[in-house]
């Protein structure tokens, strides 16, 4: 009577051998983006903000009347959660497999941590403080992406202003800036580089990124950002780490990477959202 030891091993005999293929992530870029906060347990943290000051004229000999009330509001709450990833390794898996079956898996559910951190913090975007974005159905344009950063401009929001956009955002910006329209020779050398590299780091005082974790809605439209780091916050309360438990009954090992943290807009005026056609090119 034949006894299958492995299930079909000799039919996997190339796989076995060939490096793991890692599913690609996005890793962090909000976080560097976004106002740090950490803290130790998962209390809620309050975000205060002072009322305004305003200077005016007084004439000469005139005792000054009208003090400004320094008073506090809220500009936002922040409530932490946690979130986890998990692999469930067989011994027989752990024991065969010649790339480091447990080396692979933490890698794999450290990156899902950070993809689930990067797509929390996009997905607040559209909960800043009003869309600017050429509307649902239409192109990207650069037109309406600077009336964003005029509209935050006239709106206060202090210096450096983001632009977190989905690639397909970006893609129809990138056929723009290679049109041959009137006004293309202004652009220069910054249209020379984004057909050039498909990319620029700076286009109309703004700082661009791009973010394949910003989601595609039913009907191909997409929610990107445009925003002052004050604008929105990261709050870290425990760091990534990862603990091994023993199935001995299973013969098994089980993997869990947890993380706790907050995340969330604590000054909507700082910031827009921008809705545009996302279908792919």
């Given amino acids: 009577m034949a006894i299958t030891v492995l299930t079909s091993v000799n039919s996997y005999i190339n796989t076995i051998y060939e490096r793991a293929l890692f599913v690609a992530r996005e890793l962090n870029l909000m976080t560097g983006l976004v106002t740090p906060f950490s803290a130790q347990g998962f209390m809620a943290r309050t975000i205060p903000i002072w009322a305004s000051a305003t200077a005016e004229d ?12 320094m008073s506090k509001s809220t500009s936002g709450t922040l409530t932490p959660g946690e979130v986890i990833a998990q692999a469930l390794l067989t011994d027989q898996m752990i024991e065969t497999d010649p790339d480091g079956a447990v080396n692979a898996s933490a890698k794999e559910l450290g990156a899902a941590i950070a993809t689930k951190i990067d797509t929390d913090l996009v997905g607040d975007f559209s909960s800043l403080g009003a869309d600017k974005g050429a509307g649902a159905g239409n192109s990207a344009t650069l037109a309406t992406f600077a009336a964003a950063f005029s509209y935050l401009r006239a709106s206060h929001a202090p210096n450096p202003i983001y632009a977190v ?3 397909y955002h970006w893609y129809d910006i990138w056929v723009e800036l290679g049109q041959p329209t009137a006004n293309q020779a202004f652009l220069g050398d910054v249209a020379n580089k984004a057909m050039r590299d498909f990319f620029v780091s700076r286009l109309i005082s703004m700082d661009w990124f791009t973010s394949a974790n910003i989601s595609v809605d039913a009907s191909d439209d997409a929610i990107s950002g445009i925003f002052s780091p004050q604008a929105m916050a990261f709050d870290s309360r425990r760091a990534p780490r990862l603990e091994p438990e023993r199935d001995a009954s ?3 090992t089980e993997l869990n990477m947890t993380a706790g943290y907050a995340h969330g807009v604590i000054r909507s005026a700082f910031g827009v959202y921008y809705t545009a ?4 090119p």
């Fill in 250 to 252: 299973l013969r098994a």
């Fill in 165 to 167: 956009v989905h690639p």
């Fill in 277 to 280: 056609d996302a279908t792919a």
């Fill in 58 to 69: 007084v004439a000469d000999g005139v005792d000054y009347s009208n003090p400004t009330t």
